[in-house]
């Protein structure tokens, strides 16, 4: 058996090193796992700062979208009544709440579409056509349903009369076309006798994203004058119109005559007085 060639006073000398290394190594350890948590607790800094800086990105960009229909509402407000702070409340109280029966809020790109074409509708307002605004106000009732009045056309059976019409609009406006309804009941092929649905090609396949609903109220009420019974609604209207055009123009003076307006509902929203009075 062979011994050891290390003395007693050397195996002492040695086990001082062993414990020295030892020591070193769980010093190593701690060391890395400091290290370690130091890079966890920078990475999770780093992870906070970003969410920190992605939340306000997103409330920075509400605000911009809220302030940019505050500011569209507001000059709507501005260019149709001169500036009255209580019009300005009307038409926000409008288009937060989405009045008009239709249940439903839309989006702020809509919302300012929408007051783009009602704005243009008072500066040129179609022959025939006027909306119907809030006594009060001033303003329509809502942004999300336009109701407006269209004059019988001369030569036609509703002439001396007048018709209220909505224009029903959902969130996807203008990528989808509004839906129209006659609330004045009238006697017309491309108009459903219960609902007052109106059918025309421009609220179907002829609708584009850049139809603007001035546009759409000229049909409308071009309609009155030369309807399409091929796409009726009303098909006793659609067949009589055929076949017995002094029969279809009976029955349709006789319920506008019953059902029709006499004058205009509402007052014209009419620009230039405003800049007839600074003028003065």
Known sequence: MEHSSMSPEQQQHQQPSSTFAAAATASRTTTTSTTTSASMASSSSTTTTSLFRST??????????????????????????????STSSSIMASSSTGVGGCGEN?????LARVARDVRDLVKSTPEGVRLVVD???????????IVAEIEGPEDTPYHTRYFQLKLVLSTDFPSKPPRGYFLTKIYHPNVDPTTGAICVNTLKKDWTSTTSLSHVLTVIRCLLIVPFPESSLNDEAGRNFMESYEEYAKRARLLAGVHGLTRWSSAPMMMMDHADSAAS
């Open 106 to 110: 839309l989006p702020p790109r809509t």
């Open 56 to 85: 306000s990105s997103i409330k920075s960009s509400q605000h911009s979208t809220t302030t940019s229909l505050f500011s569209t509402t507001r000059s709507l407000s501005s260019t149709l009544t001169g500036g009255s702070s």
């Open 135 to 145: 006594e009060e106000s001033g303003m329509p009732g809502s942004l999300a349903e």
